[in-house]
T-cell receptor, first 112, second 109 residues
Framework: EPEVTQTPSHQVTQMGQEVILRCVPI?????FYWYRQILGQKVEFLVS????????KSEIFDDQFSVERPDGSNFTLKIRSTKLEDSAMYFC??????????FGAGTRLSVL | KNEVEQSPQNLTAQEGEFITINCSYS?????LHWLQQHPGGGIVSLFM???GKKKHGRLIATINIQEKHSSLHITASHPRDSAVYIC???????????FGPGTSLSVIP
């Protein structure tokens, strides 16, 4: 069964460092998303990506964040200078039509 | 077998109808989330439950930990409720969240 793959499963970084979270969406999907969940809080939408550009982003997705689809298979989320409050679970998702996305298992980011 | 299942997969209702979406899971959990996804991908988290029942406006969510089952109810449904509703569980081990497949709801005027 096809699945969205995220790596690493757990990333530990020092405050101020750059991190790149990686995702391999399902191969024929066209819509890609990042979400995050701070421990104990609700899941929050970050950004959606379609046709090689951002289609929607939330207010959380500020200049510290960027997304890229560097090749035909990967979809990355970069945080330029991590802050303590960036510690969260980050989920990637993809879909064919923009509804009912398939989610990855998540990457837990711990900023120390 | 999927660890989180939802039913129905698709649901069409007339405006004003009472709607129930079900979620069942097979793993130990610390919390369960109900999420709403609108076209465009934005997800809104509706509820986070670890026991009992929560209500917000026309939405009610219940969970039965012993039966590993949760329901999301919408009273007096409205076309703006049309969305995909996703159940997600936080596992008690391995610090992992598992999302259900979603239920696509269309409310017709």
């Amino acid at each position: 069964e096809p699945e969205v793959t995220q790596t690493p499963s757990h990333q530990v970084t020092q405050m101020g460092q750059e991190v790149i979270l990686r995702c391999v969406p399902i191969s024929n999907h066209l819509y890609f998303y990042w979400y995050r969940q701070i421990l104990g809080q609700k899941v929050e939408f970050l950004v959606s990506f379609y046709n090689n550009e951002i289609s929607e982003k939330s207010e959380i997705f500020d200049d510290q964040f960027s997304v890229e689809r560097p090749d035909g298979s990967n979809f990355t989320l970069k945080i330029r200078s991590t802050k303590l409050e960036d510690s969260a679970m980050y989920f990637c998702a993809s879909s064919t039509t923009g509804v009912v996305p398939f989610f990855g298992a998540g990457t837990r980011l711990s900023v120390l | 077998k999927n660890e989180v299942e939802q039913s129905p997969q698709n649901l069409t209702a007339q405006e004003g109808e009472f709607i129930t979406i079900n979620c069942s899971y097979s793993v130990g959990i610390s919390a369960l989330h109900w999420l709403q996804q609108h076209p465009g991908g934005g997800i809104v988290s509706l509820f986070m439950l670890s026991s009992g029942k929560k209500k917000h406006g026309r939405l009610i969510a219940t969970i039965n930990i012993q039966e590993k089952h949760s329901s999301l109810h919408i009273t007096a449904s409205h076309p703006r409720d049309s969305a995909v509703y996703i159940c997600a569980v936080e596992k008690t081990s391995y610090d992992k969240v598992i999302f259900g497949p979603g239920t696509s709801l269309s409310v017709i005027p």
